[in-house]
């Protein structure tokens, strides 16, 4: 290799350091932002971010970025007052908080119990319909959610389940994202794999409890974390299915309702809300990425 093309390679590598770590701070710093903020005064965060909230508008932020170029990222003075409130003094939050955990959790167990079978049925059986059936369910889940959600709302009233929880699981549960990505991993599972379970007198029932299962399982991983973080950040459907019950709305609706005067809160509260999708996407970090792998990676 000549001078000339090291000097090139290293500004080329160099050029593409500069993108990528532009691109993470661009990704890093609300969440920054956000958990140093929630550390601060009230009265220190109402000077930062008061005009906005007071005034509103496109103005107010046009007007706040000339006047204060640079954003606060250390405080003044470190206190947790916005803690104190949120998790001992209003328990609304907490409330909430717990209503985010009951529709969540429902939805990405049993989302992905029913793709596991309807998976399995995609990825063994050769049937005259399977390939229409297949597309039908990729394009439902090509469809932008707004799309679904009258049809949604009508089944639902029909049902008599609207301003109940059930009006949120049951469209989630039947949602088929989990079913397109646990079928693309089953059917690269080697064929000969399961022809030998079967010499071995493995039933079908056997083959898809000890086979298919264990060799989905990063992908079942992948799925559910991504499941998780998707409807952990759903508005729209609490907004439309529980409009008269705001007793039953999660943490992420509610947060859209703290008033100006709450600033504060609603940074710890954002700050509280990061936590258990950061440290399931963490603990399940190197699972995922091979989970989404696999989807591809598997040959038969």
Not at 132 to 158: C, E, G, K, R, S
Not at 267 to 275: E, G, L, Q
Request: charged share 15%; net charge positive; aromatic share 12%.
């Amino acid at each position: 290799m000549t001078k000339s093309m090291k000097i090139k390679r290293v500004i080329s590598i160099s050029i593409a350091l500069v993108i990528l770590a532009f691109t993470a701070a661009m990704f890093i710093m609300p969440i920054v932002l956000t958990v140093t903020n929630s550390f601060m005064t009230k009265s220190e965060i109402t000077a930062n971010y008061g005009k906005i909230f007071s005034e509103g508008g496109s103005s107010a932020v046009s007007s706040y970025i000339a006047d204060k170029v640079n954003l606060k990222i250390i405080p003044d003075k470190v206190s947790f007052s916005q803690y104190v409130t949120v998790l001992v003094k209003s328990p609304q939050y907490l409330l909430k908080f717990w209503n985010s955990i009951i529709l969540v959790v429902p939805i990405v167990i049993f989302q992905i119990i029913i793709a596991l079978g309807a998976s399995y049925s995609f990825a063994r059986y050769k049937g005259r319909f399977r390939n229409t059936m297949f597309f039908i369910y990729i394009a439902l889940m090509l469809m932008p959610y707004q799309v679904t959600l009258v049809p949604n709302y009508l089944v639902a009233d029909w049902m008599n389940i609207l301003e109940t929880r059930w009006s949120i699981i049951l469209p989630g549960i039947f949602s088929p994202f989990a079913v397109f990505i646990l079928t693309k991993t089953m059917q690269r599972i080697p064929s000969s794999i399961v022809e030998a379970a079967k010499i071995d007198g493995a039933n079908e029932w056997k083959i898809f409890r000890k086979v298919f299962i264990p060799m989905s399982k990063n992908a079942i991983y992948s799925v559910a974390i991504l499941l998780f973080m998707d409807y952990w950040n759903m508005v729209e459907q609490p907004l439309i299915m529980l409009q008269k019950s705001d007793e039953m709305h999660p943490l992420s609706v509610f947060l859209s309702k703290i008033n100006a005067g709450e600033i504060g809160l609603a940074f710890a509260v954002a700050a509280i809300y990061m936590v258990l999708p950061l440290l399931l996407f963490l603990y399940s970090e190197d699972r995922v990425l091979e989970g989404v792998a696999s989807s591809s990676a598997i040959k038969g």
